[in-house]
């Protein structure tokens, strides 16, 4: 890790003013412009710098038109008037982004290649911020995995690039697009945590849980994953080893988590079970079934009459289950209200004896099941509790992980954490 960068992200927590927004070759380039005015609109004054590729599919006119500045391409790069800017721009910068991150950039900023301007800015930036944009099979390819792991061991922050429909014709969807816009300038205009989880074990719980009924037919809840996967990459984006249990998801799995895929509340059970003595935060944010069927049928249940009733048993109660297990760990759950939500969610935390409950109610707007936002309260065993604005769900997160991290146990203390009496 470059010293300019461990200075920058111990001492500066304050959002960034100043962006660079470094594009490489990639059709994901055309968004620039776009990105530059949002920016822009979140406060930030920007400028842009341009390997030769990216002039491929943007051209410079549109670039400096929608930032208000010359752009630093490589003829600016070896002008004669003795300015050096790939330092002086790293020296104005508060973060560089690379957007859209190519493999090839990927790649050259992992061995530290210099050869462009972007690439060059890389190693003189105080935070570098990388969007990925490529074909999901590249974005697969275990060289690129490797380029990815190295970069965020060093302090770069790495963000997972959305699914959708890829440019290439015939290649229908996939994971690989840029990430969306709104979530991109909020990544870029918060303020960075640093690696303050490094050496951490974080397990997360993520998504719904399905009891089936018969070979087609289950019962479930509209649960996408986004907030567990959101905590899953925070925690690793601040240096944790993080585990990912998972029901199916509707947006994709984080690189660089291990993620077991899970199907009913059992199953997810089973794998936390096993999980859990190893981790010193869990973190459930599953919607788990709370019911399932008595006796399953093993064939389709043909449709019959105007009427029909189910016989249904309690599913395991999967956060009291582990408590039994506590030792160490700090524990936050997950509870989702339409009432009297502050005091539901104090009573769970202390039946459960949980350290913190993330209280939302999914029938305000904005803050349901799927949507890329969540509106907390936060509240403890004893009742107090703090109401959060409505946020990003990464922001979220990332607020857990600052709320949480002090109850941590230092490591190779295996005494319990303050919150709770054990």
């Not at 210099?114 to 935070?127: E, G, I, N, Q, Y």
């Not at 479930?220 to 690793?236: D, Q, V």
């Not at 993080?242 to 988590?257: D, I, M, N, W, Y």
């Not at 059970?269 to 999980?275: G, M, P, Q, V, Y």
Request: hydrophobic share 45%.
């Amino acid at each position: 890790m470059s010293v300019a960068r461990s200075a920058a992200t111990s001492s500066d927590s304050h959002a960034p003013r100043r962006v660079v927004v470094g594009v490489t070759g990639g059709l994901a380039a055309v968004k620039a412009p776009s990105l530059v005015r949002r920016l822009q609109e979140a406060g930030a004054e920007v400028r842009v710098a341009v390997s030769d590729d990216a002039l491929h599919f943007v051209t410079p006119l549109a670039l400096a038109a929608a930032s208000g500045h010359e752009i630093f391409g490589r003829e600016a790069w070896f002008r004669p008037d003795g300015e050096a800017r790939h330092l002086s721009w790293a020296r104005w910068a508060d973060v560089l982004v690379v957007a859209p991150a190519s493999a090839d950039s990927l790649a050259a900023a992992a061995v530290g290649r210099a050869d462009d301007p972007v690439s060059a800015l890389v190693l003189s930036a105080p935070r570098t911020v990388f969007a990925p944009a490529m074909n999901e099979t590249m974005w697969s390819a275990t060289v690129v995995r490797r380029n990815v792991a190295r970069l965020r061991a060093d302090g770069h922050e790495v963000l997972d690039p959305a699914w959708g429909r890829l440019g290439t014709e015939g290649e229908g969807s996939g994971v690989g697009r840029l990430p969306e816009e709104a979530s991109l300038v909020d990544a870029v205009m918060r303020p960075p945590r640093g690696r303050d989880y490094a050496g951490r074990t974080v397990l997360v719980s993520a998504g719904p849980t399905r009891e089936w009924l018969d070979p087609v037919r289950f019962l479930s809840n509209p649960s996408s994953g986004r907030m567990g996967t959101a905590l899953a990459e925070a925690a690793r984006d601040r240096g944790a080893a993080v585990t990912l249990v998972h029901g199916p998801l509707s947006v994709a799995v984080p690189h660089g988590v291990e993620a077991v895929p899970v199907e009913s509340a059992a199953e997810m059970l089973a794998a936390l079970s096993e999980r859990f003595a190893a981790c010193e935060l869990l973190v459930m944010s599953a919607a788990v079934s709370d019911w399932r069927p008595d006796q399953p049928a093993q064939e389709k249940v043909p449709k019959r009459g105007e009427r029909s009733e189910l016989s249904l048993v309690r599913t395991a109660d999967i956060l009291e289950t582990l408590a039994t297990a506590r030792e160490r760990q700090v524990v936050v759950g997950f509870a989702m209200e339409t009432h009297q939500g502050v005091e539901r969610a104090t009573e769970k935390a202390r039946r459960k004896r949980l350290d913190f409950v993330a209280l939302n109610y999914p029938t305000r707007t904005g803050s349901g099941f799927g949507g890329d936002e969540n509106e907390v309260t936060w509240v403890s065993p004893d009742g107090s509790h703090e109401a959060w604005p409505r946020l990003r769900k990464r922001e979220v997160a990332e607020r857990i992980l600052d709320r949480v991290r002090a109850l941590l146990p230092e490591p190779g203390n295996a005494a319990g954490s303050p919150g709770v009496v054990r």
